[in-house]
C-alpha cells in the first residue's frame, strides 16, 4: 500500500486498520499542486454531547462576550473555553411540549419530529444522522454513537421509554444503537472485526508506522509518535477498567485481553473512556459525526465518586440542591475535556477544535421538565465558521426553533438544506 498517495490513509496490520491523524507530509503528497489554504486543510467535525433532566435552574446562565463572558456556576468547567464559546437561550421544539414528560422531550431532540404514542416507536432522522448518511462516506465511520447508560425498552405513561435512551436515530423508526462498552467501541475505530483475538492494536500496525514514519518530515513523525502513545494509553486502560480494582496496576499495562462484557468499575472512569475514544475517532477522521450520550433522560446513575450517592440523577434534578450542582458541573468537566484534548492535536494552521462544534444540550433546562427553552452550548470553532465568545438569546423570537440551530450546523458542516423538522431557515446569528 502506498501510504503517502492514498487518499484516505491507514496503517494495517493482522485484524487491524488504524486511521492516522491530519499530518501535513501526507497532505502536501495527496495534493501537490494545492496551494496550503488555513481553512481547507483539515475536515470539519461535529460531537453531540447531551446530558438528561437539565440543569441547577439559577446555575445555567452567562453573559457577556469574549474573553470577560461570565459564565453561572454550572458552566464554570468551561472559563477556559469562553472566547470559543457560544452560549445560546430561548430555542425550543414544538413537538416536546405536547405528549409525555422526558420521552417526548427526548426522543426528538436532535430531529424535532412528533412523536408516536401507545408503545409505538416513531419519531424523526435526526440530523447528526443526516450529515452521517450524506457525508459519511468520506470516513470508515459514516458516525460514532456512544453512550454511558444503558437504553431502556419498557413503556412508561404510553411512551416508550427508548425515546429517552436515543439521541440519534437513523430514520424514524430506528434509533441507532448506543455502544457502551469501551473495548467494543475501541474496536470499532481500529480493527476489522471485534473477532480477531486480542492482538493488541499497536503491536499489529507497529511494522506498518515504522515504514511510515521514514516518509514523515519532523514535525509530523512526532506527531504520528505521540497519537500512538494516545492511542496505546486508552488501550490500557480499556484494559484495566474492566479489572476489579483491588488488582489493577497503575501503569502496567495489563495481562489479560480487554473486556468485551461489562463496564468500568466507576462511572467517572466510563465517561472519561468513552471521551477518549470520541476524541480519538474524531482525531484520526474514522468520522467526522459523533454523538456521546452521557445519561439517558430519566436517568438512574449515581455518583459516589463526587460524594453523591443518596439519590439517583432523576431524583436530584428534582431540586437545586448543593449535590444537582456537583452532579452538573461533573457533566460540564466531560465537555471541557473533549474540547481541551481536541484543542492540544494541531491539524495545520489550527487545532483539532478549532475544526470542530461542540454541541451540548439536555432536552430541558431543569428538572421540573421546562422545556419551553432549551439549554445550548456551542465551542469551537467549526473550521473557521462560528465565532465564539457571544451570548444568543432567542427568547421573545417567534421563530425560535431548535430546528433553525441544526441547519446552521449542517450548513457550516457542508450540507446545506433549505428545510429541516420545523424549520426553514437557519439562524444567521450563528
Known amino acids: 500500500m502506498n501510504v503517502l498517495t492514498n487518499r484516505r490513509t491507514f496503517l494495517r496490520g493482522l485484524g487491524v486498520t488504524m486511521a492516522l491523524p491530519w499530518l501535513e507530509t501526507l497532505h502536501a503528497a495527496r495534493w501537490p499542486a494545492t496551494p496550503r489554504r488555513s481553512d481547507g486543510d483539515a475536515p470539519r467535525k461535529l460531537a453531540v454531547l447531551f446530558s438528561g433532566n437539565g440543569f441547577h435552574s439559577r446555575e445555567w446562565w452567562a453573559k457577556g462576550e469574549g474573553a470577560g463572558m461570565e459564565l453561572g456556576k454550572v458552566l464554570s468547567p468551561l472559563t477556559e473555553f469562553r472566547q470559543r464559546l457560544v452560549f445560546v437561550r430561548g430555542l425550543f421544539h414544538a413537538e416536546a411540549q405536547k405528549g409525555n414528560i422526558h420521552r417526548s422531550q427526548t426522543g426528538n431532540l436532535l430531529s424535532g419530529a412528533p412523536l408516536a404514542s401507545g408503545g409505538e416507536i416513531r419519531s424523526g432522522t435526526s440530523f447528526d444522522q443526516v450529515l452521517a448518511q450524506q457525508l459519511g462516506a468520506a470516513t470508515r465511520l459514516p458516525s460514532l454513537v456512544l453512550g454511558c447508560e444503558k437504553s431502556n425498552p419498557s413503556v412508561h405513561k404510553n411512551y416508550s421509554m427508548l425515546y429517552s435512551s436515543h439521541l440519534s436515530w437513523s430514520k424514524p423508526t430506528t434509533p441507532v444503537p448506543l455502544e457502551i462498552f469501551p473495548a467494543l467501541a475501541f474496536d470499532r475505530l481500529f480493527k476489522d472485526t471485534a473477532e480477531q483475538g486480542d ?55 495489563p495481562t489479560m485481553a480487554r473486556p468485551e462484557d461489562g463496564l468500568p468499575e466507576g462511572l467517572d472512569v466510563h465517561m472519561r473512556l468513552m471521551c477518549d475514544i470520541l476524541v480519538l475517532a474524531l482525531q484520526t477522521d474514522t468520522t467526522r459525526f459523533a454523538t456521546l450520550k452521557l445519561n439517558n433522560d430519566h436517568s438512574s446513575q449515581r455518583f459516589p465518586h463526587l460524594g453523591v450517592d443518596a439519590m439517583i440523577h432523576h431524583l436530584l434534578s428534582h431540586s437545586d440542591s448543593a449535590d444537582w450542582l456537583k452532579v452538573n458541573q461533573f457533566f460540564l468537566e466531560q465537555v471541557a475535556y473533549i474540547a481541551r484534548r481536541l484543542d492540544a492535536i494541531q491539524e495545520g494552521e489550527r487545532t483539532a477544535l478549532d475544526n470542530s462544534v461542540i454541541l451540548f444540550l439536555s432536552s430541558m433546562m431543569t428538572g421540573n421538565h421546562d422545556a419551553d427553552q432549551l439549554p445550548v452550548v456551542l465551542v469551537g470553532g ?46 444567521a446569528e450563528v
Open 199 to 253: 492482538h493488541r492494536v499497536l503491536d499489529a500496525v507497529l511494522a506498518d508506522g515504522k515504514r511510515l514514519r521514514q516518509r514523515l518530515g519532523a514535525a509530523d513523525q512526532q506527531k504520528l509518535e505521540e497519537y500512538l502513545e494516545s492511542v496505546g494509553d486508552v488501550e490500557r486502560r480499556v484494559g484495566a477498567a474492566g479489572r476489579p480494582a483491588s488488582s489493577r496496576a497503575p501503569a502496567v499495562a
Open 382 to 427: 467549526g473550521g473557521g465558521s462560528l465565532r465564539g465568545g457571544r451570548v444568543l438569546d432567542y427568547r421573545g423570537n417567534p421563530d425560535r426553533q431548535m430546528c433553525r440551530l441544526y441547519l446552521s450546523l449542517m450548513a457550516k458542516l457542508g450540507l446545506p438544506l433549505t428545510k429541516f423538522g420545523d424549520a426553514t431557515a437557519a439562524l
